[in-house]
């Protein structure tokens, strides 16, 4: 049996077909090895250089050991947490400093990594575990909520796998379909006849296309380059490192939907966990003051596992009330910053928007078009007016 060539990588990952980051190095693995590895364990002959071979530097470099660290500390520190809570004031108050020192300590070299968005997963399964292990024995939680929180889990993945398919990176061949399309337009009786120059000469700044002083490819307008990916993206909002990907045209839309997934479904599993923890308690006031709940080990857990989703879903809730003020004033979190640092926009609503003036059209408009807006690169295959 003859060994196919691993496939390229996809245009969404800086990783070459070895695994390994060609932004990091300066030159890229052999494949050739890796090929001949693996044919030689197909052939049941053990690999020339042993332990040292392709095949096992590429598993041990994928896996990321040093994540192991951190998947374990955590718990840990939970449990500690909830111990008394004045120790838990000073853990969960460090842990965002200790996550991120640990985060520069290990993986500062790595442009792109899966630390944070393995930590969220984790600890949305972490989570979960305990909800069922702690609280649904107790009794107070019905088989329909508990129905509704499996469902907030499902979506949210769905959600996040959608959003992680690609943000629409900018290919050559994006801007030579544009091209054609200018200069080839068709009458309804089928006659082809060319465009006039004037007409793009006469087009506003904000609508012609610009040269990519990095990627060194034209690019179509509002796009941006994000350093991180190292690529152009196309109506580029920002780098988020909790997905390990760009945020843009391709998935703002499903980005915004696993947000406020993610976050309805957090408020509801909190809301269950106090009310069956505190059931004389209003839900507020519960979350600061509930007597009797580190009388036991497991409701202490469970309640300082409350606060720790409540401090991320206070982080998530600011960033869905940033998009969406974002989206209603038809200005991308890359447009914001450089309005800012130009001094060309306006702070409005005490900071949290950014003003340019330039794409808006009013709230209506605004949000039909971003929930209508497609991939130019696929537009262009129907139609060339469908470009954002």
């Known amino acids: 049996m003859k060994w196919e060539k691993l496939k390229p990588p996809d245009p969404d990952d800086p990783m070459c077909c070895c695994g390994c980051d060609i932004y990091q190095y300066s030159c890229c693995c052999d494949c050739e090895d890796l090929d001949e590895a693996f044919t030689s364990w197909l052939k049941e002959k053990p690999p020339s250089c042993g332990l040292q071979s392709p095949v096992f530097g590429t598993m041990i470099d994928n896996l990321e050991i040093s994540m192991i660290p951190a998947l374990l500390l955590l718990p840990l520190l939970l449990r500690a947490a909830s111990l008394h809570y004045l120790l838990g004031i000073i853990i969960l108050t460090a842990l965002p400093g200790l996550v991120l020192s640990y985060y520069y300590a290990t993986h500062r ?130 780098h988020c490192v909790w997905i390990n990907s760009c945020v843009g045209q391709a998935n703002h839309r499903s980005f915004l939907q696993t947000v406020c997934v993610f976050v309805l479904t957090s408020v509801y599993g909190i809301s269950l966990v106090l009310r069956s923890l505190c059931p004389c308690q209003y839900l507020v006031t519960a979350l600061f003051y ?30 869905l009330v940033a998009q969406v003020l974002n989206i209603s004033f038809n200005v991308t979190g890359r447009e914001a910053q450089l309005a800012l640092r130009n001094k060309k926009g306006q702070s409005r609503l005490w900071g949290l928007v950014v003003d340019t003036g330039e794409h808006s059209r009013g709230f209506y408009q605004n949000w039909v078009e971003f929930l209508t807006m497609k991939d130019s690169s696929v537009s262009f295959h129907s139609s060339p007016t469908d470009l954002v």
């Open 290 to 319: 509930c007597p009797g709940v580190y009388s036991q080990p497991s409701t202490a857990l469970c309640f300082t596992c409350c606060w720790y989703s409540s401090i991320i879903t206070v982080g998530l809730v600011y960033l």
């Open 109 to 238: 070299r790595k442009r792109r990594t899966l630390f944070f968005l393995t930590l969220a997963l984790y600890s949305l399964a972490y989570m979960y575990y305990l909800f069922i292990t702690e609280i649904l024995p107790r009794g107070d939680v019905s088989p329909l909520q508990m129905s509704v929180v499996t469902t907030g889990m499902i979506l949210t993945i769905v959600s996040l796998i959608h959003t992680k398919r690609g943000p629409g990176f900018v290919a050559d061949s994006l801007h030579e379909a544009r091209m054609d399309a200018e200069v080839h337009s068709t009458h309804s009786d089928g006659s082809i006849q060319l465009a006039a120059p004037e007409k793009t000469r006469k087009q506003p700044p904000s609508t012609k296309w610009t040269l990519c002083p990095v990627c060194k490819i034209m690019r179509p307008p509002r796009a941006g380059h994000c350093r991180t990916c190292g690529s152009c993206v196309q109506r580029l909002d920002h």
